[in-house]
């Protein structure tokens, strides 16, 4: 199960997530994070802690969310790792 809590504090918003992220919830994050960045000028966060299973398109997408000045708290070290490689690869790949 996938769940998202919405915090505010100090002008950051924080979007804990919770459960597995896969694919198909990613639309829905992308459009609360758009409507975030419409409604104010707040730094947006992600709280990882409770993540349990990310996959390769919820990978690609965090690793986008970071570029993007999105910030990741709480990543698993598993997941930061995941995105570092991924990172690596489509560097080399440009080569």
Known sequence: MFKIRRFEDKGIVTFALSGRIEEEHLPGLQGLFEAESAANSTTIALDLVDVR?????????LATCEAQGILLK??????????????????????
């Open 53 to 61: 299973l990310v996959d390769r398109q919820a990978i690609k997408f």
């Open 74 to 95: 709480n990543c698993p070290s598993y997941v930061r790792e995941w995105i570092e490689t991924g990172r690596g690869m489509s560097h080399e790949s440009k080569h």
